[in-house]
């Protein structure tokens, strides 16, 4: 509930500050999980063209629904998938400017160094420790954890104690800084964070988690600069540190 409300409360702001916004300003949207990406590209931006980019992060579908509603967006970054086919249908973005652009990947990190760790065995990681995952319900990185698990015999309800389930792949974070878990299943893009453990967990029977960047409804001002941006060296570097792949056009 708690992320649910702070991102309402952040849109709130988005719809009394937009007008504020200049139109010299860039505004962007994306997932939580692009956050440090998306900001660190925005000053490389802002260094080059001097735009200054405002970045506001939500939920994929809760993004779409405030431009719907009118809030000031010029791009979006957003998970690929049924709610950006269905955005494009409804002409929330424009279709004829959505590219695939990112893909992320799942991680188990832990605040423990491991032997096991070259192994890559899910199962004999995890034995005998508290492992945290995102909510399955509103977190792609939850729905992919709660499927890696079942392959390694590992039932996620609450008759098992021995995973503990975060509001998101940040909460996943929270849950070991705080202690409340020796491990985590988050995105590598939250891995990226100062962990003891890092191990990349495997996608095989699984689609990838790809991103799309599209203009939106009812931009300000002329997005394909920055969008063009998005595929220069120093902007996929920035991606690249903060644990994303570029797909290539």
Same mark, same amino acid.
């Given at each position: 509930? %708690?992320?649910?409300?702070?991102?309402? @409360?952040?849109?709130?702001?988005?719809?009394?500050?937009?007008?504020?916004?200049?139109? #010299?300003?860039?505004?962007?949207?994306?997932?939580?999980?692009?956050?440090?990406?998306?900001?660190?590209? *925005?000053?490389?931006?802002?260094?080059?063209?001097?735009?200054?980019?405002?970045? &506001?992060?939500?939920?994929?579908?809760?993004?779409?629904?405030?431009?719907? #509603?009118?809030?000031?967006?010029?791009?979006?970054?957003?998970?690929?998938?049924?709610?950006?086919?269905?955005?494009? %249908?409804n002409?929330?973005?424009?279709?004829?400017t959505?590219r695939p $652009?990112?893909?992320?990947?799942?991680?188990?990190?832990?605040?423990?160094?491991?032997?096991? /760790?070259?192994? *890559?065995?899910?199962?004999?990681?995890?034995? *005998?420790?508290?492992l945290?995952?995102?909510?399955?319900? #509103?977190?792609?990185?939850?729905?992919?954890?709660?499927? +890696?698990? #079942?392959?390694?015999?590992?039932?996620?309800?609450?008759?098992n104690?021995?995973?503990?389930? /975060?509001?998101?792949?940040? *909460?996943?974070?929270?849950?070991?800084?705080?202690?409340?878990?020796?491990?985590? $299943?988050?995105?590598?893009?939250?891995?990226?964070?100062? &962990?003891?453990?890092?191990?990349?967990?495997?996608?095989?029977?699984?689609?990838?988690?790809?991103? $799309?960047?599209?203009?939106?409804r009812?931009?300000? @001002?002329?997005?394909?600069? &920055?969008?063009?941006?998005?595929?220069?060296?120093?902007?996929?570097?920035? &991606?690249?540190?903060?644990? +994303?792949? /570029?797909?290539?056009?």
């Amino acid at each position: 509930m %708690r992320i649910f409300i702070s991102a309402i @409360l952040l849109w709130v702001a988005v719809l009394l500050t937009s007008p504020v916004a200049q139109a #010299r300003d860039l505004v962007v949207y994306g997932e939580p999980t692009l956050e440090k990406a998306l900001r660190a590209v *925005g000053t490389l931006w802002q260094a080059r063209s001097g735009t200054r980019v405002n970045v &506001f992060v939500a939920p994929t579908g809760l993004s779409y629904a405030q431009i719907d #509603r009118g809030a000031r967006c010029d791009v979006i970054f957003a998970l690929a998938g049924t709610a950006t086919d269905d955005a494009a %249908r409804n002409k929330i973005i424009h279709a004829d400017t959505l590219r695939p $652009i990112l893909r992320n990947g799942l991680a188990l990190v832990g605040t423990e160094a491991s032997s096991d /760790a070259s192994s *890559g065995d899910l199962a004999r990681l995890i034995a *005998g420790k508290r492992l945290a995952i995102a909510d399955p319900e #509103r977190d792609v990185a939850g729905t992919r954890a709660v499927d +890696l698990l #079942r392959k390694v015999g590992v039932t996620v309800d609450d008759s098992n104690k021995s995973v503990a389930v /975060a509001e998101s792949s940040a *909460g996943v974070v929270s849950f070991l800084s705080t202690n409340k878990a020796q491990l985590g $299943i988050v995105y590598a893009t939250d891995a990226a964070a100062d &962990f003891k453990l890092t191990v990349a967990l495997p996608t095989t029977g699984q689609p990838p988690i790809e991103y $799309i960047v599209a203009k939106a409804r009812d931009p300000a @001002l002329d997005t394909a600069p &920055f969008v063009k941006f998005l595929t220069s060296p120093e902007a996929k570097a920035a &991606f690249k540190s903060a644990g +994303l792949a /570029a797909i290539d056009e």
